[in-house]
């Protein structure tokens, strides 16, 4: 029999997953679940203000060279935050930030950022800017929400950013299959098509 990736008698937080040494699939696979990588049909929303991609196009451009964006403080707020703002005022979204869910000794702790819709999006910010590492605890919290969740929603969306990149990721609840995107996007160059990934999902129906 496989040992555990997981010590006996230790609570696992999402952040722990960041540490894990593990490779993604293993992690998972270990949680229950499937992994792949590759193409998503990301919804894109053909709907969205032209005034509030131009607003953050133009703050992107203008203020970020006057930015110090050396600590996860200043992505936090210069990056990722304009962008979930005009994303709630374009929206009929709820934005919760650190969203708490504890389900069992393996999944608990804070979720970044929780937009809840026709569809629901995890979204973290990926600390000591590794993507990578990152994706795992999204994977868990995506897990965790797949088990906390009763609508009807076949899908869950996740997104792992660290401020300059984006990276998106979808759960099948049906399968148990978590897809990594084999794409990424970049800002402020990428600053629309993110954008309107995020509003397309939020108008998404399955």
């Known amino acids: 029999m496989k040992k555990s990736i997981f ?8 952040r722990d997953y960041f540490d894990l040494p593990n ?19 990301l919804p894109k929303s053909e709907n969205c203000d032209i005034h509030s991609i ?19 403080a200043a992505k ?8 979930l703002f005009e994303v709630a005022k374009s929206t009929d979204s709820k934005i919760s930030v650190e969203y708490q869910i504890e389900i069992d000794d393996k999944l608990s702790g804070y979720m970044d950022y929780l937009i ?20 795992n605890q999204l994977a868990a919290e995506l897990i965790a929400l797949d088990k906390y969740e009763d609508e009807n929603n ?20 049906k399968t148990k299959h978590i897809t990594k995107d084999i794409h990424s996007f970049t800002v402020p160059e990428d600053v629309e098509i993110i954008f309107r990934i995020l509003v397309g999902i939020t108008e998404f129906t399955i």
């Open 7 to 14: 010590k006996e008698g230790k609570k696992y937080t999402f």
């Open 54 to 72: 131009q607003n953050l196009k133009d703050n992107y451009y203008k203020v970020l060279p006057k930015i110090n964006l050396d600590s996860e």
């Open 116 to 135: 809840r819709s026709k569809q629901e999006i995890v979204i973290i910010e990926a600390k000591k800017g590794d993507i990578d590492k990152g994706f």
């Open 154 to 173: 076949n899908l869950l969306y996740g997104a792992i950013t660290i401020g300059e990149m984006w990276r998106f990721s979808i759960l099948n609840r």
């Open 76 to 83: 936090r707020e210069f990056l990722i935050a304009p962008i």
């Open 23 to 41: 490779p993604t699939e293993e992690i998972i696979n270990e949680l229950g679940y499937s992994y792949s990588l590759g193409i998503i049909e």
